[in-house]
């Protein structure tokens, strides 16, 4: 195994001026692993969204892993919040139904564990960051990599503010997964770049989570500008719903997100639908 790759720039830069000196990209990351097998078969990863209680904590435990079975490579468990501030209205709804029936953030690292124990996809959480200070960062990250979790999407963290998470993500070996969207400027770009590692999570629209019928065309630029900044991996997230799509971005990205469809095929027809359209996403059918 390589040497664990310094992040750290060069000086004067935002990214000198806010990211630990000892900031080093995950040597081990599961993420990274599996989507360099991905490139090698000649595919992007297919990185599945679903949250952790929908409709109850056991149907989403049995829909995870059937997305798992059936050609995710990546699948993210999402914690529900009460603020969900990038959630559509599909996610929105199903958080909220969850919420109502009560789940809890360990019930996210029962379906990780399920994942990992019960497929070959790689595991992540992906979670709004006040659940994460509540349970406590380095309990969070304990706890999840006991699980076999490899890491945390973080949509509303900043690298500026995840001193404590940049410290647990090092101890623990786990991935941070930070967010750049078309806005995302030059300097910020590069500093986002530099604190993450497993991927770059490109959204490529501003607005909020939904299946659509097109998806942007500032796809393709958030990806160039995040690779230009040095980016080893970029995913693209929001707005995807079918294979096109999945073909489409997959011709310049690593790996294409997909959630609300699958939240909205397992809210109308279970577990069986989310494993029938996980098939379709990856093109096993």
């Known amino acids: 195994m390589n040497a664990p790759e310094s992040v750290r720039p060069g000086v004067g830069g935002l990214a000198e001026r806010i990211l630990p000196r000892d900031l080093t990209r995950n040597p081990d990351s599961k ?33 995870a892993v059937a997305l798992g079975q059936n050609g995710a490579d990546i699948i993210e468990i999402g914690v529900p919040y009460s603020d969900p501030v990038m959630d559509g ?16 953030v360990a019930d996210a690292f029962t379906v990780v564990r399920a994942v990992s124990e019960r497929t070959d996809a790689v595991p992540v959480v992906m979670t709004y960051w006040n659940p994460v200070l509540q349970t406590g960062v380095d309990e969070f990250s304990r706890r999840l990599l006991e699980a076999g979790g490899a890491g945390i999407i973080t949509p509303d963290l900043i690298p500026d503010e995840a001193g404590d998470w940049f410290e647990a993500s090092q101890k623990y070996g786990l991935d941070r997964i930070f967010l750049v ?8 770009m590069d500093m986002t ?26 796809a393709e630029d958030v990806v160039a ?19 096109g799509h999945v073909e489409e971005i997959g011709a310049y990205a690593d790996g294409v997100i997909v959630g609300t469809a699958l939240v909205r095929a397992l809210g109308e027809g279970g ?5 029938l359209l996980a098939s379709e996403l990856s093109g096993r059918r």
């Not at 969207?181 to 910020?188: C, D, G, I, L, N």
């Not at 230009?228 to 995807?240: K, M, P, R, S, T």
């Not at 577990?271 to 494993?275: E, F, L, S, W």
Request: with cysteine; net charge positive; proline share 4%.
């Open 89 to 104: 209205t599909v996610i929105q709804n199903a958080t909220t139904r969850a919420l109502a029936n009560g789940v809890r």
């Open 181 to 188: 969207a078309p806005s995302t400027t030059r300097e910020r």
């Open 31 to 63: 993420l990274a692993a599996r989507i360099a097998q991905c490139k090698a078969e000649g595919r992007p990863a297919l990185v599945g969204y679903l949250p952790a209680g929908y409709p109850t904590v056991a149907e989403s435990v049995d829909a």
């Open 225 to 243: 500008r995040a690779r230009e900044a040095g980016a080893q991996n970029v995913c693209v997230g929001l707005g995807v719903s079918n294979r």
């Open 271 to 275: 577990a069986d639908a989310v494993g």
């Open 193 to 218: 770049v530099k604190a993450s590692s497993g991927f770059v999570y490109a959204v490529s629209i501003m607005g909020v989570t939904g299946a659509r019928d097109q998806v942007s065309s500032a």
